[in-house]
């Protein structure tokens, strides 16, 4: 899959602070490394307003090639370096992590953390998951636990960090289905019913991290 290079044009849209609407921006690529692009100070395609990106800011973006194919990533800003021009330090995506088609919280990654979970009558439980991603994650049980479509679950994600840290995210996920493993366990598939913009952003930031961890080994 291409990847963005230096001089590169990009889009991408964040939503406006008070109504909400998605906002379209381009920016340009002044450089790059291994695991970050630096971005210009992004231009308002309809004001020409500059925009200051915020630490921490997700961004749905795409770049086009020379037969005008969008290819289409997330990302998020890891740091603004100022200077007599600013720009803006953001991950760079890894090539499974990119699409030619816009699809929305196509960023997955295996991975396995604590997943505690509450049901509506107040039973408890810690699980592992097998996954996590923008819009949902799935998580792994033994055969005795029975979880149904659309039974709603209050639910916290643990989220170690390289430096030892840890975070906690929490949502109300509902069941989309469980799938029985060979082993007899099964893995039941949930999705953020409501999930606040902040803790989805905590999430998607821990797999960048994590994504680039795996990728440095």
């Not at 630490?55 to 998020?76: D, P, Q, R």
């Not at 720009?87 to 929305?104: G, H, K, L, N, W």
């Not at 170690?160 to 995210?169: A, F, L, V, Y």
């Amino acid at each position: 899959m291409l990847q963005p290079k230096v001089s590169q044009i990009v889009y991408f849209q964040i939503k406006d602070e008070v109504t909400e609407e998605p906002i379209e921006y381009k920016t340009r690529i002044a450089d790059e490394d291994e695991q970050t692009l630096s971005f210009e100070i992004p231009i308002n395609l309809k004001t020409g307003r500059m925009k200051v990106l915020r630490a921490g800011s997700i961004l749905s973006a795409y770049f086009m090639n020379e037969s005008g194919v969008k290819h289409f990533f997330e990302t998020y800003v890891i740091k603004a370096r100022q200077g007599q021009v600013p720009v803006f330090i953001v991950a760079r995506p890894s090539e499974d992590a990119m699409t030619s088609i816009q699809r929305r919280n196509y960023f997955r990654i295996d991975i396995e953390v604590d997943i505690a979970l509450q049901t509506e009558n107040g039973k408890r439980f810690v699980f592992k998951t097998a996954d996590i991603g923008g819009g949902g994650t799935s998580f792994l049980v033994k055969s005795g636990h029975t979880f149904v479509p659309e039974q709603k679950l209050n639910c916290w994600l643990l989220l170690p960090h390289r430096n030892g840290s840890i975070e906690h995210s929490q949502f109300v996920g509902e069941v989309l289905r469980e799938k029985e493993l060979e082993n007899g366990n099964k893995i039941v598939m949930l999705k953020f019913e409501s999930i606040a913009e902040p803790e989805r952003q905590r999430v998607i930031r821990f797999l960048f991290e994590k994504q680039i961890q795996f990728r440095d080994r």
